[in-house]
């Protein structure tokens, strides 16, 4: 055999071998998340009454506000393209009204209970993306505030088409579970709800923070990029710069998407603008949380 031959019957081989521990791969990351997404959860949930006032939907359209629902759900609860990437994942946040594409006529409050609390579907397996593991912990007086509102609203045509398929990369970004893609796994089905929003302003900042823990991380000390491409997340606990600055800085910085030392934050991914709707004590509530984390 000449060595031409030799060389190129190597690399052949060792290029089976790698296809095949490849393939091995993703069949065990195909199988171990295919169990993750078929499990079923089960819990109780009492009844929650709902109020039907004006002063609770206003209520609970300032918690649509600030608990980010309008950032996927849109502003009108018509809904939208979360992702559509064959890929990763196709995937919308459905309409939350009772419009073509959206709720099933009989959709009740308790299932808006087992969505917003445990964060699975009809048949008890989990949901995606949804955020349910920072909805979980709302009281029941903002949690029936906030349903009170969502079933206020008139209904709306879907903004888009229901989507829901989950591409390779997405079993792998699932199994390296750095970003919570099942929520139901990141909740405690057992434990009730608390029946109103802590009085301590620093326990309220928490109750509040809730939203930036997904980017900021659990502990608020930030990170690496959420995703390629992506600015590094900042520290912003009281070992972070931010704690530097005054309430008044703090609270310019969301409203203007600016820091005291000039650094515009980027709407893409510090969705500043968003946050527009948090009140100047709910700031300053999440502040003094922040400040606490040292
Ligand atoms: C990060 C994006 C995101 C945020 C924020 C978000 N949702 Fe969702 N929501 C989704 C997605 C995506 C689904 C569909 C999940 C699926 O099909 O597995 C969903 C599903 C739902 C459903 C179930 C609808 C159905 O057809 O069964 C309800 C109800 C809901 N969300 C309400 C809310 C409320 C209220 C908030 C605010 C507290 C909220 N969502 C915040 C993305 C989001
Ligand atoms: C979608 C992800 C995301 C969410 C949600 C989020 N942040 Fe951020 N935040 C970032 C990123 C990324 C940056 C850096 C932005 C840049 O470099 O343009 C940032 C920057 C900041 C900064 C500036 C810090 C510095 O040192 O420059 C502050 C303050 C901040 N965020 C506070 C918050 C608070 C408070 C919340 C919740 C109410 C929140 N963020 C929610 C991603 C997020």
């Excluded at 309008?70 to 502003?75: E, N, V």
């Excluded at 593991?133 to 505030?145: P, R, V």
């Excluded at 229901?162 to 750095?178: C, E």
């Excluded at 609270?251 to 998407?257: A, F, K, L, N, P």
Aim: net charge positive.
């Amino acid at each position: 055999m000449s060595k031409v031959k030799k060389i190129s019957r190597w690399l052949g081989i060792i290029l089976g071998v790698l296809l095949l521990l490849i393939l091995v791969g993703y069949g065990f990351i195909y199988l171990s998340t295919e169990q993750r997404m078929n499990r079923k959860y089960s819990f109780s949930e009492p009844a929650l009454i709902i109020p039907t006032d004006s002063v609770a939907i206003v209520k609970g359209k300032h918690l649509y506000q600030i608990r980010s629902c309008a950032d996927c759900h849109g502003p009108n609860l018509a809904g939208g393209v979360f992702m559509n990437s064959a890929l990763l994942m196709q995937l919308s946040a459905p309409n939350l009204t009772k419009g073509p594409g959206g709720l099933p006529p009989d959709f009740t409050t308790q299932d808006w209970l087992r969505v917003l609390r445990h964060g699975v579907d009809k048949n008890g397996r989990s949901l995606w993306m949804m955020p349910a593991h920072e909805s979980t912990g709302l009281s029941q007086e903002d949690m029936a505030s906030l349903i009170a509102y969502c079933q206020s609203v008139p209904p709306v045509v879907s903004a888009g088409k229901k989507r829901r398929q989950m591409g390779p990369l997405g079993r792998v970004v699932l199994q390296l579970n750095q970003v919570a893609v099942l929520p139901a796994e990141r909740i405690n089905h057992q434990v009730p709800m608390a029946a109103s929003a802590p009085k301590d302003v620093t326990a309220y900042g928490q109750y509040l923070a809730t939203v930036c823990q997904g980017c900021h991380r659990p502990n608020m000390k930030g990170g690496a990029p959420l995703a390629p491409g992506f600015p590094p997340v900042p520290d912003i606990s009281a070992t972070g710069v931010q704690q530097q600055w005054s309430e008044a800085q703090f609270i310019s910085t969301i409203r203007q998407g600016k820091t005291p030392a000039g650094k515009l934050l980027r709407q893409e991914f510090m969705p500043w603008q968003n946050m527009q709707h948090f009140t100047d004590e709910e700031l300053s509530a999440i502040r003094s949380y922040l400040v606490s984390l040292k």
